[in-house]
């Protein structure tokens, strides 16, 4: 399967599969109830409440969030995660561009020109991105992001032969659940009488697709029910 791209940038493809959808951004469910055959949501100081509830996220989170004594938790404690750190720099155009993607490992394990990809045209920055490997995101990911960015801009400054004058821009992301590591392997786990389905793509494997795969087969679960 070919690579799929968000034009004009990766988050319109979530943008585009959600534009019919209520949904809440920025607010973090903090804690999961039964009440009375519903499920009670906790958010900051509200409550919502649904007949269903679908668990799309990072298994440890999803494992938070139900409890230990639930009876999906020993399913959920079998799946492993990588960390992943991540850093964005935006170089002056000048720059040299010796390559689109690149492989390696340590702090540069997956280089790639980010503008390059189609629909990035006329940006006014050359945008890169450098994925660490999972030894090396999980050895620094405690670092403070700004500290990860000073630590992972000059390796790819050196990568390129760009000089420090060359960057504009510099930025980290930590993601402690980034990738599975040893999926569930099977598409999402059910709780049928609570109305519960919990999944994502640490059902079948590492990748988006993973994720859609896992979704629609949650869907079907549920709507086959209703
Ligand atoms: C750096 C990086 C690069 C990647 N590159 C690729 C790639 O090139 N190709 C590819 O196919 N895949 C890639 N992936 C993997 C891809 O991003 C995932 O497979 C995909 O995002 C999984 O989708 P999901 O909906 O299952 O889970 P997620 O995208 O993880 O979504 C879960 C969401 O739930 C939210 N959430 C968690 N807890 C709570 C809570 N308590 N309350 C409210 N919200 C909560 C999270 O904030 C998150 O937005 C990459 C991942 C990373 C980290």
């Not at 799946?79 to 155009?93: E, I, K, Q, R």
């Not at 060359?166 to 999926?183: D, E, F, G, T």
């Amino acid at each position: 399967m070919g690579a799929r791209i968000g034009m004009p940038s990766m988050p319109q493809v979530p943008r585009m599969l959600a534009r019919k959808l209520d949904v809440a951004q920025g607010a973090t469910v903090t804690s999961v109830l039964r009440d009375g055959g519903e499920w009670v949501l906790r958010k900051d100081s509200s409550n919502f409440r649904a007949d269903l509830l679908v668990l799309a996220i990072p298994a440890p989170q999803a494992r938070d969030l139900l409890g230990p004594t639930h009876s999906l938790d020993p399913d959920l404690e079998r799946v492993g995660f990588h960390a992943s750190v991540t850093v964005m720099v935006g170089l002056d155009p000048e720059a040299p561009r010796p390559f689109v993607t690149q492989k390696g490992e340590g702090a540069r394990a997956w280089v790639v020109q980010d503008s390059a990809k189609p629909g990035r045209e006329g940006q006014p920055l050359t945008a890169w991105v450098v994925q660490a490997d999972p030894e090396w995101s999980r050895a620094y990911i405690v670092l403070p992001v700004a500290r990860l960015a000073d630590l992972v801009a000059p390796r790819l400054l050196q990568l390129l032969g760009a000089l420090d004058d060359h960057v504009r821009y510099q930025a980290a992301h930590r993601w402690l659940y980034a990738q599975a590591s040893r999926p569930l392997g099977q598409p999402f786990l059910a709780n049928d009488d609570a109305g519960l389905v919990v999944g994502g793509d640490r059902g079948l494997g590492p990748m988006a697709e993973d994720g859609w795969a896992s979704g629609r087969t949650r869907a079907d679960h549920l709507l086959a029910r209703l």
